[in-house]
């Protein structure tokens, strides 16, 4: 008996079993990138300094996302399965222009706001122990700019009315501002001279009355 015609023969189908990603796995390789990123960051900022460091790495993080878009998108230059990995490598990418920019927000944002509190901190106490509020203020000394602490107010048998300083003179400095507020505090229960200068707001240091006063700095 004759057998009807034969059937073709079908090719077996290949399937690629794909094992789902862990959670954990992909968020170890991202914390991995990112320290090594925030490294690389940190050695480009030390050596080129710290706004170019930061503009480099913006720059080279877009540069390399584009990069790897464009050779994602051009045909016939990864196989299809390649493709998949190239996806995760642009998400990667996104993860750290991201990280670079809001981490050096962060970070800068941090460091004024932790200058700026530790100013207050010290005028404060300056002001409580010694009797004396000073603000900062920009004179000229020689053609250059020198930071001074203006006296705008002194407190009645205070150590600083004991040294005789008085309302309108200005603290001429040797130091910056934070270095002397730092010798003061380091100068606890000791005596400290001060070069005090009589002069305005628009003159400058070179030709003002000058004198040196003694201040017990309290412990």
Known sequence: MSSGPSATKSEPIVAEVVPPPRPLQFGLKTLLLLMGVCSLQFAVMSYAGVLPGIVLGLLLACAAFAGVFLLGVLPGVFAPQHVRRLDRVIVWLMVMILTLFFGTLLAGGGVAVWTTAMRMQNEAWL?????????????????????????????????????????????????????????????????????????????????????????????
């Not at 048998?157 to 309108?168: E, H, I, K, N, T």
């Not at 003159?203 to 309290?218: F, G, I, K, M, Y």
């Open 127 to 219: 002001e409580r122990s010694i009797g004396a509020g000073l603000t900062r203020e920009m004179l000229v000394e020689k053609n250059e700019p020198k930071w001074v602490l203006r006296i705008s107010s002194v407190r009645t048998g205070s150590p600083a009315d004991q040294a005789g300083l008085r309302r309108d003179e200005v603290l001429v400095l040797d130091t910056t501002v934070d270095q002397f507020y730092k010798s003061l505090q380091a100068n606890r229960g000791s005596d400290v001279e001060l070069n005090v200068a009589i002069c305005g707001s628009a003159q400058p240091l070179d030709n003002t009355v000058r004198r040196t006063a003694v201040l017990s700095v309290p412990k």
